[in-house]
């Protein structure tokens, strides 16, 4: 598509983001499909010519040419498949079937002197087609693109964390200034969910399932025409050759829960960049957060000062419209009524737009994050300002002294009052504590109230 074409695409993905979603297009358009299944057929064919059972012959130099229909799958290959379906070509008449639609292209491609024509699809149902070809497009997207963007995500994160270890930065619970950290450990938190995250999308998409068992799962065409193989063993091995686990019980439709859980994975990863693109634009409006502005860039019509957290928001609206479909897809897909109903075909075909949203979505939380840089001064600032956190320390070593009563004596000077750090070394002078331990409270100090925090960033492996 050209830019002047993109301007009219109906989907966002194809217009204004088409260039982000670009890398998706060898894994979710139409003509990846057809190339998949391509893949799936020619494959099937070369596998039934070497099982001893039939007659089929293929040798180096046309299975070399087959493979090359799917290796080498040009535009004008996609746009002669599309041609067999909608208007037909040379002998074959219109499909309006996209599978068969294949079937004919590649006996339309086969070698004037093969005489391989008649096993192409060979006992199989389009589904047997159709459930390798998502899943091989399914599994290379996420390889190939998706889990790429997040490791760097996860990266950038580590790498902040590293950097920030020791700097310390009021937290808030409940909105409300709470127990000091550091912001390299806040982001040490994200890159450790990532992590968790990524590894679980890992093994779902490692998991993805196949099925070639024929109109019902019984293997019966395949069994009528040679009773003696044992077809569910040819299945499986020739499932397993395509790099994915074999489902030797299914309906016509290969069950989707594997592809439900690879969906539900990437559903939990695009929670933790939600939650944290919310943190990122929170730390950016209370200016914990500084942004680097990029040259000519306008934050506001009419306010030329701003520098808005464009990219952390628009993360937050294509990861919750990823998350959206994700949902849809996971649930929908995984019901078929009685054997087979062609409800899901059309959903799956949205499957790429999904993963594309999520794209974009990774895209700009890497973009917004690789703009921002901690402003240590207004951090050190608002500590200084809320003194009253290191109640939680006082009433604690007043406790380990033994005064029961020391949660209360720090509530009652400190809540709901305008506290300074004055106020409460007056109240250390007049404790019953031996000296050591008045010197250990007169000590603390909000920025030095982190705890082990920069340690903790050691966790992340």
């Not at 060979?122 to 047997?128: M, V, Y």
């Not at 050759?241 to 829960?257: A, K, R, S």
């Not at 942004?291 to 520098?307: C, F, L, N």
């Not at 509530?411 to 506290?419: E, L, N, P, Q």
């Amino acid at each position: 598509m050209t830019d002047t074409n993109a301007l009219y695409a109906v989907s966002p993905l194809d217009g204004r983001y088409g260039s982000r979603t670009a890398p998706l297009s060898p894994y979710a358009s139409e003509a990846a499909l057809m190339r998949a299944r391509v893949r799936v057929e020619v494959e099937y064919l070369i596998a039934l010519a070497d099982l001893e059972a039939t007659p089929l012959e293929i040798n180096d130099g046309e299975r070399e040419h087959l493979r090359g229909l799917y290796q080498h799958f040009a535009e004008e290959d996609a746009r002669l498949i599309k041609t067999l379906e909608t208007e037909g070509y040379a002998e074959f008449e219109a499909t309006n079937h996209d599978v068969k639609a294949v079937e004919y292209f590649v006996r339309h491609r086969l070698p004037e002197d093969s005489d391989a024509s008649a096993w192409i699809h060979f006992g199989l149902t389009s589904e047997d087609v159709n459930n390798l070809a998502h899943r091989l497009l399914v599994r290379d997207a996420v390889d190939e693109v998706l889990l790429p963007e997040l490791y760097e995500v996860r990266e950038t994160l580590a790498e902040m964390a590293r950097d920030y270890r020791d700097l310390p930065m009021l937290a808030r619970t409940h909105g409300q200034p709470a127990t000091p950290t550091t912001f390299g450990k806040e982001m040490a938190v994200y890159a450790a969910r990532l992590g968790r995250a990524t590894g679980r999308i890992r093994r779902a998409t490692d998991e993805l399932r196949g099925k070639l068992g024929g109109a019902s799962g019984t293997y019966a065409a395949h069994h009528a025409a040679y009773p003696d193989v044992d077809w569910p063993t040819f299945a499986e091995a020739f499932v397993t050759e395509l790099g994915l686990e074999f489902e030797p019980l299914t309906t016509q439709v290969n069950p989707c829960d594997d592809l439900a859980s690879v969906f539900d994975a990437f559903r939990g990863a695009n929670e933790v960049l939600l939650d944290l693109d919310l943190d990122m634009w929170l730390y950016v409006s209370d200016r914990y957060l500084g942004q680097e502005a990029v040259e000519g860039e306008t934050g506001s019509s009419t306010m030329p000062h701003k520098v808005n957290p464009i990219d952390f928001e628009n993360s937050e609206g294509n990861l919750s419209k990823a998350n959206s479909d994700l949902t849809f897809l996971a649930d929908y897909i995984t019901t078929s009524r009685l054997q087979r109903d062609l409800s899901d075909s059309t959903v799956k075909r949205n499957i790429g737009a999904a993963f594309a949203h999520c794209l974009i979505g990774y895209g700009k939380t890497a973009s917004g994050l690789s703009k921002v840089v901690p402003t240590e001064q207004v951090m050190r600032e608002e500590l200084e300002s809320t003194p009253e956190i290191i109640g939680e320390a006082v009433q604690t070593i007043l406790r380990r002294e033994g005064q029961a009563d020391a949660y209360e004596r720090v509530k009652a000077v400190t809540r709901g009052k305008d506290v300074t750090l004055e106020d409460f070394r007056g109240m250390f002078d007049d404790l019953e504590v031996d000296e050591d331990v008045r010197e250990e409270l007169h000590a603390l100090t909000p920025a030095g109230y982190t705890g082990v925090a920069s340690e903790l960033v050691d966790d992340l492996e």
